[in-house]
């Protein structure tokens, strides 16, 4: 006989955890040191990413 592993499910407080801050406009902001100088605009940029959810949001220095 196989062994049988019992799987347990995710409340939903975990599944959805952080998520609501973001849909509610309540980012948390980090500067993304990947990518200083945007070529359409043409000049120096800082560019930064929710750690939650990933969304860039660019600002022109």
């Known amino acids: 006989m196989a062994d049988i592993l019992t799987f347990k499910r995710p409340k939903a407080s975990e599944r959805h955890k952080g998520k609501s801050l973001c849909r509610h406009g309540h980012h948390k902001w980090v500067v993304d040191k990947e990518s200083v100088f945007d070529s359409k605009q043409g ?15 660019i600002k022109a220095l």
Request: proline share 0%; charged share 40%.
């Open 43 to 57: 000049r120096l940029v800082t560019r930064y990413r929710c750690a939650r959810c990933g969304k860039i949001r």
